[in-house]
């Protein structure tokens, strides 16, 4: 059973100057709900209860969103827009919360690694609230937990990219199991190489069996001093430990100014699709 997620959000979101000079990136919005939010719906459709975030300084507003507000609440309460409440309440009721704060932006292996006392000795899912991921069928999550069930290793979502994007991934090779379309035993990883003969790129979910702390704890940082969960779980991919699912489901990388776009279209035309209906 996974029963926790870990959401790394202590990153500055420079793309997104100056609206996340005070409002953490995690919660822009796309439309009216926050990244972050997407995420953690995503985890709970899942059945994962217990988010374990990572944040830093000038992030209050993540823990006070995924809170009760009593006066908010008292002022709609009884009135015609009291609805608009419903969503985020039934997030808060359904999920518990535990927040530590990365000190140094030391990568995103840094990032995990800062968020170990929350998550303790057992199998993990780690989420990028930045990638968006639309499924008209069971989330990416579900898909990467049903692997998991079968495999009981770390597994990673991966997408096929343009070739001139890979600069921007982790890259991963990997050989087809039990003659399925969609699930590679990996066998090689590189963060953001300039070249590779692959274009399997490591999308923003992970599940990630515990000894990974250990791992990151012993890995050296890269030429930029930064801690990468690629090299990591490189370790684990050289023992046969690693899973890679392609899966089903529109992605945006919301970390861009295009990818957030796309994601406000995307998401606005199905708003106007539903309402149609
Ligand atoms: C991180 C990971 C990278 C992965 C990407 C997915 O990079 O380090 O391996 O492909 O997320 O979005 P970042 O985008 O944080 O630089």
Redesign the pocket.
């Known amino acids: 059973m996974i029963k926790k997620c870990l959401f790394p959000a202590a ?1 500055y979101g420079t793309r997104f100057l100056p609206a996340s000079k005070a409002v953490p990136k995690e919660m822009l919005p796309i439309l009216t709900k926050p990244l972050l939010q997407y995420g953690v719906e995503e985890a709970l459709s899942a059945g994962i209860t217990n988010m374990a975030i990572v944040t830093g300084r000038g992030k209050r507003a993540i823990e006070d969103h995924f809170d009760n507000s009593f006066e908010l609440e008292s002022q709609l309460q009884g009135t015609a827009k009291e609805h608009y409440l419903y969503e985020i309440k039934d997030v808060i009721q359904k999920s518990t919360f535990t927040y530590v704060r990365q000190q140094k932006m030391l ?2 292996g840094h990032a995990i690694l800062t968020g170990e006392p929350l998550i303790g000795e057992e199998p993990f899912a780690v989420l ?1 609230a ?2 968006l991921v639309d499924c008209k069928g069971p989330s990416v999550l579900e898909q990467m937990l049903i692997k998991y069930n079968k495999y009981k290793c770390s597994i990673i979502a991966i997408q096929e990219i343009p070739k001139e994007s890979i600069s ?4 991963v090779n990997g050989d087809l199991v039990d003659n399925s379309i969609d699930t590679f035993r990996i066998h090689d990883m590189v ?2 190489p300039i070249e590779s003969n692959s274009n399997l ?4 979910r992970y599940i990630l069996t515990p000894d990974i702390f250990d791992i990151l704890k012993k890995i050296p940082p890269n030429k930029d001093g930064e801690i ?3 090299d990591a779980l490189l370790i684990q991919a050289k023992m046969g430990n690693v899973i890679g699912v392609k899966f089903n489901g529109d992605r945006f ?1 919301c ?1 861009s100014i295009d990818g957030f776009i796309d994601a406000t279209n995307h998401f606005a035309k199905k708003l106007e699709h539903s309402l149609i209906k």
């Open positions: 990153g990568g995103l990028l930045d990638d921007n991934y982790g890259i963060e953001k790129a490591i999308i923003g990468q969960i690629t990388d970390g």
